[in-house]
RNA sequence: CGGGGAGUGGCGCAGUGGCUAGCGCACCUGGUUUGGGACCAGGGGGUCGCAGGUUCAAAUCCUGUCUCCCCGACCA
């Protein structure tokens, strides 16, 4: 994309009150934009950013048999009367609509709507067992929406619904949903910060799993192996007598949740009376596992890990909202312009998703907005690097074809 | 929801009762510039969050209210 067309802007300042890192990259880069406390629209940079994060949870879910679909926002009362939880969780939006007086609720969590699906498509252990997964945006109405992207009152997240035969089931499965979480924080860059945390089952079963990445701004606080990669939330700390894997003492830090995966077991089954008739011919109860990934919060944790300061970001590859920046110095000059319009003609053709930066700016204001912008791979095309035979990369100067051997796709 | 801070051109800010509300950035016109956010000259843009009150006079004082940010509590 040429960067004379971006509609938006990068800022040189922000309010001096929004003080998290996340917050502050993302407004000044130009990747979001605030419409209250809590709640971002996703401009180009950043919607590349999040279609990014989502096309490796989808890759990685769908590797574990994840079937995609995508339930209502907009929920029914009785849904949720079901469960009992209509009343209980109170980060639920609820309303009265206007013409009809019916009670209605904006999702935060879809077990009270998969839930009602799955019973009316499984009959018998031949229907089982099988996953599903949506990525959708979530509302919850937090008390005191905080830290730019990472807790929005409106933010969008993965959850994926896994249903079984049997807890044996359950646990195999869930087993193989942790490796998957692992491939996606490693693809999103975080995946040496971001360790599997023994957190509270709550009603459903002893343990649940965190996935926390280590960051000073966490609100979260957690005690971690570093050997074996492995934290416990501080609710359950108590329980503890070291590293549940190895027994090593553990170290006090803070992190944000990055990820959450629960073994539901027949609690929602129960509530819905999912199940289904087991070989023997006797009904059975479908067991269920949730798994969830905050999409958006992930960019904010990714700015959170790879910024240095608020002006100078660099995205890791495979969420970079592009792949290449060419910053083309000199615009008066026809041979610079040339250059830099033919590699950015000869990248994309090859599939390379290149921003080129053709705008008639100075050189200072060019390198401080991809500084910001953080493009992984920058190539810069001036008089200067021409007259030494090619472009610039990586603070040498390379000749073309060798630049399109190494940038290409 | 408790405590604290803050709402003034598009953005960031200054302005503690008294002229026609300023500054930087951004924007428009002309010119000079071009390797780390250029410079000169000219120009446009504001019911000072909203509502009420006090006063000869309110961005400024008082009351209410809305909103944002931070701390805490909360976070199926």
Not at 23 to 43: C, E, F, N, P, S
Not at 234 to 249: F, L, R, T
Request: hydrophobic share 35%; glycine share 8%; proline share 3%.
């Amino acid at each position: 994309m040429r960067q004379s067309q971006l509609f938006t802007k990068t800022r040189k300042d922000v309010s001096k009150s929004e003080e998290a890192t996340n917050a502050r990259i993302l407004l000044k880069a130009g990747y979001i934009d605030q419409l209250m406390a809590g709640v971002y629209t996703y401009l180009p940079l950043g919607y590349r950013v999040i279609r990014n994060i989502e096309r490796i949870v989808r890759e990685e879910m769908n590797a574990i048999g994840g079937q995609e679909i995508l339930m209502p926002a907009l929920h029914p009362k009785s849904v949720w009367e079901e469960t009992g939880r209509w009343d209980t969780i109170d980060v639920l939006y609820r309303f009265t609509t206007h013409y009809t007086g019916m009670e209605v609720a904006l999702g935060s969590t879809h077990e009270e709507i998969v839930t009602p699906t799955a019973k009316k498509f499984v009959a018998s252990y031949k229907d089982l067992p099988f996953a599903t997964y949506q990525i959708q945006t979530k509302f919850r109405d937090e008390k005191r929406a905080k830290s730019g992207v990472l807790r929005g009152r409106e933010f969008i997240m993965k959850d994926l619904y896994s249903f079984h035969t049997s807890e044996e089931d359950l646990d195999a499965y869930y087993e193989k949903a942790i490796e998957a979480y692992h491939r996606v924080y490693k693809r999103l860059g975080i995946g040496s910060t971001t360790y599997k945390t023994y957190a509270s089952g709550g009603t459903f079963s002893k343990y649940s799993h965190e996935f926390q990445t280590l960051s000073p701004v966490g609100e979260d606080t957690v005690y971690v192996c570093h050997d074996c990669k492995i934290g416990v939330n501080e609710e359950i700390i108590h329980e503890m007598d070291g590293c549940p894997e190895c027994g090593a003492k553990l170290e006090q830090t803070t992190a944000i949740e990055a990820g959450n995966i629960f073994k539901l077991k027949t609690k929602f089954s129960d509530s819905f009376g999912l199940s289904f008739t087991d070989k023997d011919g006797t009904e059975k109860p479908v067991y269920m596992g949730c798994y969830g990934i905050g999409i958006s919060r992930a960019m904010g944790v990714i700015t959170e890990f790879f910024a240095e300061g608020d002006s100078k970001m660099t995205w890791p590859e495979e969420v970079a909202p592009f792949k290449v920046h060419i910053l083309a110095l000199n615009t008066d000059k026809e041979d610079v312009m040339n250059t830099a319009e033919k590699l950015y003609q000869d990248l994309s053709s090859t599939g390379t998703e290149v921003l080129y930066d053709d705008r008639d700016e100075r050189p200072g204001s060019k390198f401080s907005d991809a500084d910001l912008i953080g493009i992984p791979h920058r190539v810069v095309v001036s008089s200067r690097s021409l007259e030494q035979g090619g472009v610039e990369y990586n603070g040498e100067v390379i000749s073309l074809p060798d630049l399109l051997t190494k940038l290409s796709a």
